[in-house]
């Protein structure tokens, strides 16, 4: 052997070893940070900290002729983060998950997912995944990535990736912050819509709305069962810092299929918002039009210190208010609830397509 090719191959040694070592110590870091995480979570809303969590529940009738439910949770455990502004020194403040869980359930089979952030960066940085099928068989995979989210080592229970890859929980995880993102937000701008068709006038219009609302109410009470639903829950307990009192939001979507068939097309009908903050209480509901999905009614009602306040709002086909009813001064024809009401049908789309 001559010279210069064993002193390649010490080099090659030396940086296979070095590798290694840096492997070990990144599953290492991993291992406690996974350990500090858990302990977050356990005394989140506990021994006087403050609860800051979002929950989603979904359930969808996949067979109605065999009777199989997808049902399942999506859990978020997030901080308050701050990105300064080195110019001038101000900040704003923000909320980052650091750990989200997931658990699935449809005709047998399940699935338990763990995925582990940077608290500062927000990069993923572990994720287990646990699959049982309905024969009994479990599979585990565990994925570690460095700092900068590039994978670094894979350790499953099956040689095969037709159960997920590291790539593949990496994409998941950015579609959770998408739905975390969205929720927590409180509108987005909502588009115009194009007439189609010949329009209603407006008592025709008043009237399909109240009948559309009448039966969404039916459909969301599970009083008709002659259609395919999917709805989703999501309830996020938060509290500013400082001593800002602690708030609980709950919004809950309920969508229909348009046929029992499992890649069938699902909309949003109908979504309600409500937050509970101390001695304030806020109520809302969105009604989307069964046709073309547009808002077409949405009602408001605050609560504080004894005092109510109400506004209803009626759309037309291209969601231009027709009739506002309130008990406030307000005047400002909807605009709010049409680009919330938007934000909420994005959630809904992402939800379903998604968990």
């Known amino acids: 052997m ?27 870091e991993i291992r406690k940070m996974y350990a500090e995480a858990k302990e ?9 900290n403050p609860a800051k969590d979002m929950e989603i529940t979904f359930n969808e009738i996949v067979s109605i002729e065999h009777d199989i439910y997808n049902e399942g949770s999506l859990d978020f455990y997030f901080d308050e983060q701050r990105k300064v502004n080195t110019d001038d020194g101000s900040f704003y403040a923000y909320e980052q998950p650091y750990f989200i869980t997931y658990y699935n359930s449809v005709h047998g089979h399940e699935c338990f997912r763990e995925q582990m952030f940077d608290p500062k960066t927000g990069v993923l940085v572990f994720a287990f995944v646990k699959w049982v099928t309905d024969a009994g068989m479990t599979i585990e995979h565990r994925y570690y990535y460095d700092a900068a989210g590039k994978l670094v080592e894979t ?110 097309d699902t909309k949003c009908f109908l979504a309600t918002t409500h937050r509970t903050l101390m001695g304030f209480d806020n109520y809302q509901e969105f009604l989307f039009d069964s046709t073309n999905h547009q808002l077409i009614f949405s009602y408001d009602r605050a609560m504080e210190e004894g005092e109510t306040l109400e506004c209803r709002y009626y759309f037309d086909e291209v969601g231009k208010c027709i009739e506002t009813k309130t008990n406030t001064e307000s005047n400002d024809d909807g605009d709010a609830d049409k680009n919330k009401a938007h934000a909420l049908q994005l959630l809904f789309q992402l939800l379903q397509s998604t968990l």
């Not at 159960?163 to 994409?171: C, D, M, P, Y």
């Open 2 to 28: 001559t010279r210069t090719i064993l002193f390649t191959l010490i080099c090659l040694l030396g940086l296979s070893t070095a590798q290694a070592q840096n492997k070990s110590e990144r599953i290492k």
């Open 40 to 48: 977050l979570i356990a005394n989140n809303g506990k021994n006087g």
């Open 155 to 264: 350790k499953n229970s099956t040689n095969s990736d037709d159960w997920g890859t590291g790539e593949s929980e990496q994409k998941l995880a950015e579609q959770y912050l998408q739905i975390f993102k969205l929720a927590m937000v409180s509108g987005e701008k909502a588009p115009t819509a194009k007439p189609q068709g010949t329009m209603r006038s407006k008592a025709d219009q008043m009237k399909h709305i109240r009948t559309q609302y009448a039966l969404a109410k039916d459909k969301s009470g599970k009083k008709v069962e002659t259609f395919y639903p999917y709805d989703a829950t999501i309830t996020i307990h938060n509290q500013e810092e400082g001593d800002c009192p602690p708030v609980t939001d709950v919004i809950c979507l309920f969508g229909e299929k348009s046929n029992n068939n499992a890649e069938s």
